[in-house]
């Protein structure tokens, strides 16, 4: 076996335990902010904080970033929580940036006190217009100067309630002319009359993400506080707030955030898709969350093992989703009992198979399975069989059903189309085939050898199933780097709903159990499906489209 060479994050970690930077101790930190539910981006995020801090005998902390009191809801939390256990990942501790605001609060006012802090009565107007541009610096507000004493007084105002939202904020005093937009005395807490989720009516004035989130990792300890490109400028005032507060240096790093061909990924474009009725929910099966995933017939291990694929990038690019389907389709091929299912039916009468006669087959379960086992199918006079298994005119090497050609039937007898029926429309109504008794397959005295094997289902014993067969939610690759709305690119067969005739043994289906329906994809029951009413979504077709 090759040894997997390190990525970026794991060298970074070995180099620290080398130097014993944090005494040995790797303690990183998944930290999602409650207001939508985990997507397959965030599970990259997961396996890398996880995965890291297995690696290395450390830990990892679940942390709320619930900071945001307008957007964020407990069945969020709980769809998390449930989303990453599933994912395989125990969490060291469950812990709520909110729990920090005391603590947050308190911080705040040691800036003042240091004078690195000061409340701004601008206008966001005003503060955007004395903000300068890249290229140019900007200028001090006029309140820059106050008081150390008159800025105590103000910020406790603020949390008292006594000033109107956006009247009044805290700024950090770090440099307005610095090349970093980001630097220019940033706000670090606002006045905001909404209710948390959490906490309730009790504070009014709450911490900006920059005034939050590194604070929030330093009180934990966190070593590793690994999060997506887009907050590389961030990470010069992450080191600024830890470093004037004097407390616990946590580092930062950035990898590239996953995207995914045929795909959004953020959580506002997705609540949209919610919202306006594009999907049926949060865990409609084409939705690229984990919930949606599930429901699809994703399993755990195949979204680590796309995760694990893709390996930590540290500049943005776009992954194809069909490296994320063969994922499912390795996984699947060794785990999914195989079963018959026909998905477009036409009808085969076996005229030269007695009438009420039926018999019991044996066919196995999973051939990628030694200790898979065996099953019975039943077998009788009439059958389905998939409408493109049988070719009126059929060209060379076309090895299944057509006039006068034989084919075998999965687990079954070899049959010969001998007779094509059809309507005055000229509509196949059946066909009537032969079989050939001593054919049977596992003692096949007949002597004659097909190309061809094909799957089948006995019209008497089959059961009625509705199939939900899955497209791509986009009709393009990049739908949000596409001219205008996301949402003109949607693709709108991306649902196709059809009756399906499966085997029996599917009466006994369970949810979360996975199936290759032969020679059709593979398949899961939905949560909306009842003993009344069996439906079946496709997790994804056999066939391999993703070129290695
Ligand atoms: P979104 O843009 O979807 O709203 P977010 O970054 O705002 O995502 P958070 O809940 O804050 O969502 O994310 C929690 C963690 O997951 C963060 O550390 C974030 O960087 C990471 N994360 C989010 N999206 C991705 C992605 N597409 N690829 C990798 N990591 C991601
Ligand atoms: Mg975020
Ligand atoms: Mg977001």
């Not at 965030?42 to 970033?65: E, M, P, W």
């Not at 076309?398 to 007898?413: E, H, N």
């Amino acid at each position: 076996a090759t040894e997997k060479s390190l990525n970026f994050i794991e060298q970074i970690i070995e180099n620290d335990l080398e130097s014993g930077k944090y005494n040995g101790r790797v303690l990183t930190r998944f930290p999602p902010e409650p207001n939508g539910y985990l997507h397959i981006g965030h599970a990259k995020s997961i396996c890398l904080n996880f995965g890291v801090a297995q690696k290395y005998g450390g830990q990892t902390n679940l942390r709320f970033d619930d900071t945001n009191p307008a957007t964020e809801d407990t069945e969020y939390v709980e769809s998390i929580k449930n989303d990453v256990q599933w994912l395989g990942f125990n969490w060291a501790n469950e812990f709520y940036a909110s729990d920090y605001f005391d603590q947050l609060y308190e911080f705040a006012k040691k800036l003042i006190r240091k004078g690195l802090a000061y409340v701004d009565d601008s206008t966001s107007e005003e503060m955007a217009a004395m903000k300068g541009t890249p290229v140019e610096p900007g200028i001090n507000s006029p309140y820059r100067n106050r008081s150390i004493e008159e800025n105590m007084a103000l910020f406790e105002q603020m949390k008292n309630g006594a000033f109107a939202e956006g009247t009044h904020v805290l700024r950090a005093k770090i440099d307005m002319a610095s090349t970093n937009m980001l630097m220019r005395d940033p706000i670090i807490y606002r006045i905001k009359f909404a209710k948390h989720h959490r906490t309730g009516d009790k504070w009014c004035i709450y911490p900006m993400y920059d005034f939050a989130h590194g604070q929030s990792d330093s009180i934990e300890g966190i070593t590793h506080s690994i999060c997506t490109l887009e907050f590389v400028p961030h990470r010069e005032l992450y080191d600024w707030c830890i470093e004037n507060l004097e407390i616990f240096p946590s580092k930062q790093y950035e990898f590239a955030r996953l995207n995914l061909t045929y795909t959004v990924m953020s959580k506002r474009k997705l609540l949209q898709l919610v919202n306006e009725g594009h999907v049926s929910g949060w865990d409609d099966p084409r939705m690229p969350t984990i919930s949606g995933l599930r429901r699809r017939g994703y399993t755990p291990e195949a979204i680590r093992d796309f995760c694990e694929r893709i390996g930590v990038a540290k500049r943005d690019n776009l992954i194809s989703v069909g490296l994320l389907e063969f994922c499912i389709r390795e996984h699947l091929n060794k785990t999914a009992d195989r079963v018959m299912a026909v998905l477009d039916p036409v009808k085969v009468v076996i005229t030269n198979y007695p009438e009420g006669k039926s018999e019991i087959l044996t066919t196995e379960n999973n051939p990628e399975d030694p200790e898979g086992g065996t099953r019975n199918v039943p077998f009788s006079r009439e059958i389905y069989i998939e409408k493109e298994d049988f070719l009126e005119n059929p060209p060379k090497k076309y090895f299944r059903l057509a006039p006068g050609q034989m084919v075998r039937l999965k687990s079954a007898y070899i049959v010969r189309c001998d007779e094509v029926i059809k309507d005055e429309n000229g509509e196949i109504l059946e066909l009537h085939c032969s079989y050939i008794e001593n054919s049977k397959s596992g003692q096949d005295t007949s002597g004659i050898s097909v190309k061809g094997t094909i799957h089948w289902v006995s019209i008497a014993n089959a059961i009625e199933a509705e199939v939900r067969l899955y497209d791509r939610l986009f009709k393009v690759e990049d739908p949000s780097n596409e001219e205008g709305d996301f949402k003109e690119y949607i693709n709108n067969d991306s649902l196709e709903t059809i009756t399906a005739y499966v085997e029996p043994s599917l009466k006994e289906a369970t949810a979360g159990t996975k199936y290759q329906f032969l020679r059709k994809g593979y398949f899961c029951l939905d949560k909306e499906s009842t003993t009344n009413k069996l439906v079946f979504n496709r997790t994804v077709g056999l066939k391999d489209t993703w070129a290695k």
